[in-house]
């Protein structure tokens, strides 16, 4: 009878133990054909987005504002639909507009970049989220931003604007399924909010940590679409922080978080440094992230960011060889217009930023090779490209914003 118990026993653990690596297993198909299906769609909607493409266009093209809103204080959304009423090309969440500006009393167009807030998936209209540029409240005599003051408080429903098609080399690749954080202060929301959406889009389960940093309530853009996101989508955990809370604001409600968004507490929220981290704000907010990251462990490449203002983060330049910076040191660089004829530094990143340092004024916009307001006409000489610029200069000209000289280059700047 002992016996007979113990086979009994025997008998009914190994069926357990069976039935328990079925479910195991099934629970592992069911998640690898879950994996697959969301890889299927993100393959199908970008061959739809190949096809799409076609419908896109060179140069600008015109847009009207269809719908203009009041956001926040100082901050303004504008959706924009084709003139022509032809379709949309889909963009890469996290990538910018160029816009070509004609403003009274200026003697050329005024060229800048701003990120598209809206999901990709939305068909129907581009939207960009702008806000208002005032003066450092320590200089107040520095005249507001150009081109935001003349979007927010100029441009209304129904105007027209010239748009290139959506570009940029940051943005979130929607193929992957790996665990993603979200970083931004003030209005660096807005690619990270088109990539929030993307996620939320897709129906994937794509794990989304999301953190956003501004003063107090009335700095909090795009406040309800955000907590939608987060209601709606268990997978995305947002965390909002207040460095200056109003009266009216209550931690719970508006804001989870008093302070600043700091390394320290995505350390005490992140079950590990094991995600991929998009950032995006002003330089001095992303240094402190990018520097504490770093110090963290996690790779360079697993760090993505994109800044607005002046940026005083950086990814790591290749360093040149002891050959290339001798040679590079010996090139003499002039600035035909300005009469400055200078010895080039090595160390310098791009000839923009070698321009500035030596005061000579060049337009720029999205800094990134893509919107074309740096061009300037080579006289003589010939320049390296640092990185593939998204759009070909013309013939004799190069974009000073991703080039360096190769040998003597003489501008027209």
Sequence with gaps: MLLL???????????FRTLLRLVGERAQARLALAELQIRLQETRRRSQEAATAQTGWNGYRKFTVARKTVECEDVCAFYLKPHDGRPLPSFEPGQYLTFQLDLPGRDKPLVRCYSLSS???????????????????????????????????????????????????????????????????????????????????????REAWFFFGVRNG??????????????RHENIHLQVCYSKPGTGDARGREYQHEGRVSIELLKELLPSNNFEYYLCGSGAFMKSLTDGLAAWGVPDKDVHFEAFGPATVKKKAVTPSATETEHLAKINVTFSRTGKTVRWEPASENLLEFARDQGVKIDSGCCAGGCGSCLVAIKSG???????????????????????????LVLDA
């Design 5 to 15: 118990a113990g086979l009994l026993t025997w008998l009914t653990l190994e069926i």
């Design 119 to 205: 999901s990709p998936h939305q068909k129907e209209h581009y939207r960009v989220t702008i806000k208002k540029e005032k003066a450092p409240p320590d200089k107040p005599e520095v005249p507001p931003g150009a081109s935001s003051s003349y979007f927010c408080d100029v441009l209304k429903e129904g105007d027209l604007l010239n748009v290139k098609a959506p570009m940029g080399h940051f943005h979130i690749d929607m193929a992957k399924t790996n665990p993603v954080v979200l970083i931004a202060g003030g209005v660096g929301v807005t690619p990270m909010l088109s990539m929030a959406q993307a996620i939320a889009a897709s129906g994937s389960k």
């Design 218 to 231: 009335r700095e909090h853009i795009h406040k309800a679409e955000l907590e939608e996101l987060a209601t």
């Design 382 to 408: 010939a320049v390296d490209y640092l990185k593939k610029p998204t759009s070909e200069p013309e013939s004799g000209s190069c974009l000073t914003c991703v080039c360096r000289p190769k040998n003597d």
